[in-house]
């Protein structure tokens, strides 16, 4: 297919085992002035090759091409062209395969069920900058991302004891063993126990284990990264000038 003659439009390339769809989507590109189709191919090495002859702005892949993988063709096109766009148009199920197939690299998905109308319009959305899948995608992602800070949460809430509790948070926060003791008002030996009790009950080999579990419970709760007001890390008040 010769390449598109417009000038200042977006180059998209279009990798799919199936003529037929390649045929469809060309033709909706068509009444497109933006967009203009400036290669095709079928598998991986037509891919890299057409990416070396036209210079795409923006390829639309599927995820079961002619003997290849189209997550694999993804993360290849994402590590040696990355100014280069990737839109997934698959029949695989959204819900399996739309997070992995962003993490490879790829800016949206969207299923070749869905009209010539809406897929224009996810071009349209990876060509600004953002990401495109469904609602119902996207709310998946946003569940199993609650369902992970639940989860930390709770890995510390369930095993530690409220003294132990606030030791932890305000170690997220960045104070010493000193800046904990006159904050708790307790010993500066007493907070290293609890430092010590921390570690076993979380399973932290080290100290600086402990601070980076400790700062990602803070996230995770939402808890700015911070000293109470007056307070330094060393446990001395600051005093105002």
Known sequence: MPQTNRKNCTRVLLVDDHPLVRDALRRAFAREPSLGVCGEAEDREGTMAA???SKPDLAIVDLRLKDSDGMQLIR??????PGMLTL?????DEELYAER???AGASGY?????????????VQTVLSGDIYWSQRAAAQVASKAARSVRRAEGSAGNVLSERELEVFELIGSGAGTTAIAAILGISASTVETYRARIRQKRSLGDAEQLLQAAIRWNVAKGQCCQLP???TSTGKTKHKT
Not at 88 to 92: A, E, Q
Not at 110 to 119: A, G, V, Y
């Open 51 to 53: 990416i070396k002859a």
């Open 76 to 81: 290849d096109i994402h590590d040696r062209h």
């Open 101 to 103: 197939a962003i993490r």
């Open 229 to 231: 007001s007056g307070q």
């Open 88 to 92: 997934v148009l698959s029949m695989y």
């Open 110 to 122: 969207i299923s070749k069920l869905e009209t010539p109308e809406k897929i224009l319009q996810a």
